[in-house]
């Protein structure tokens, strides 16, 4: 079964990538016109962040439900609770649409 996942330990080649899933999407508080992206691995243990400003109110820019990322861009999800809320997430989202769908 593919998880869409690259183990460290044969991500040797910089041009191997990982797919990650959508999992979180949420505007800054910080700042005005930021939306954050978080996309995860299916298992939740890896998580890929990405800010996206909005330049006016007719800025459109697609999301896809996933994303393929190099293996060094990707955090590790330390808390089990918000491991498990990414992988349920992850696999929901991977459930129900392809990579490529906009979401």
């Given at each position: 079964m593919d998880t869409g996942?690259?183990?460290?330990?044969?991500?040797?080649?910089?041009?191997?990538?990982?797919?990650?899933?959508?999992?979180?999407r949420t505007y800054s508080d910080d700042e005005q016109n930021i939306i954050i992206l978080v996309y995860a691995t299916p298992d939740g243990t890896r998580y890929y962040r990405k800010e996206r400003a909005l330049v006016s109110f007719?800025?459109?820019?697609?999301?896809?439900?996933?994303?393929?990322?190099?293996p060094g861009t990707l955090g590790r999800v330390e808390d089990r609770e918000t491991r498990e809320r990414y992988a349920a997430e992850a696999q929901r989202v991977r459930a129900a649409n392809d990579p490529d769908d906009l979401v």
């Open positions: 996942m690259t183990p460290e330990s044969e991500a040797t080649d910089p041009a191997e990538t990982v797919r990650v899933w959508l999992v979180e007719s800025d459109h820019r697609d999301t896809t439900a996933a994303v393929e990322v190099s």
